[in-house]
């Protein structure tokens, strides 16, 4: 069975500071924020057997994938012939389509 790669955008990586910043702000735990991204990036890194998961969502950009993470998280990514390029990383409920949409597709 063919092993992806896992890439992320420097946005993604901005959104799980941005996300364990907010836990750490809003639980008072670094402890809390540290096992809740440990469980992200863990179902992430599961992208490298299983990459085609979510929905495609070409309406939005043409080849983004989304997936849900623990009901509060959304994954934007995109699959190459051996690598899954996680683009964004939304929490809480924010409007995907806008957010992608007001970065005009650039997905650098």
């Known amino acids: 069975m063919k092993k992806f790669k896992i890439s992320y955008e420097h946005k993604a990586r901005d959104d799980i500071d941005s996300l364990y910043d907010w836990i750490v702000d809003n639980q008072g735990s670094t402890v809390i924020a540290n096992k809740y991204v440990g469980r992200l990036r863990r179902y992430i890194d599961g992208f ?3 990459p085609h998961r979510g929905t495609a969502r070409d309406d939005l950009y043409p080849g983004i994938r989304l997936v ?3 009901r509060r998280v959304t994954i934007a990514f995109m699959v190459t012939d051996d ?3 996680i683009v964004r990383i939304f929490y809480g409920g924010r409007d995907v389509a806008a957010l992608l949409d ?3 597709g650039d997905q650098t």
Do not use: K, R, S
Request: proline share 0%; aromatic share 16%; glycine share 16%.
């Open 83 to 85: 690598t899954v390029l």
């Open 102 to 104: 007001d970065e005009g």
């Open 48 to 50: 490298i057997m299983f």
């Open 68 to 70: 849900g993470f623990e």
